[in-house]
Nanobody, 116 residues
Framework: QVQVVESGGGLVQAGGSLRLSCTASGSIFSINTMGWYRQAPGKQREFVARIISGGGPTDYADSVKGRFTISRDNAKDTVYLKMNSLKPEDTAVYYC?????????WGQGTLITVSS
């Protein structure tokens, strides 16, 4: 069993920055990938970014490439999502996940609102 907890959401003006944190606990030895999805009001949940265990390869949605950076602190079992140049269309609930190859564990979500 893996528990995932996000933090760092809030209100920011367009062009601003935020950093989200996501900490995994429990059977973390089994995790191979962690990342982020988001869900805007009235839309489906969409992929944002992911990072392979050990701080390996990363992958980003085209809509956030060059603006968002995912990183991992293995000592803290924490993944970060640094978001720069935020746009109103980035407004969404951001969900962190941890994947052990068999199951995907989700956090409760954290709301980011970008005002124009």
């Amino acid at each position: 069993q893996v528990q995932v907890v996000e933090s760092g959401g809030g209100l920011v003006q367009a062009g601003g920055s935020l950093r989200l944190s996501c900490t995994a606990s429990g059977s973390i030895f089994s995790i191979n990938t962690m990342g982020w999805y988001r869900q805007a009001p009235g839309k489906q949940r969409e992929f944002v970014a992911r990072i392979i265990s050990g701080g390996g390869p990363t992958d980003y949605a085209d809509s956030v490439k060059g603006r968002f950076t995912i990183s991992r602190d293995n000592a803290k079992d924490t993944v970060y999502l640094k978001m720069n140049s935020l746009k109103p269309e980035d407004t969404a609930v951001y969900y962190c996940y941890a994947n052990n190859g068999d199951l995907v564990y989700w956090g409760q979500g954290t709301l980011i609102t970008v005002s124009s």
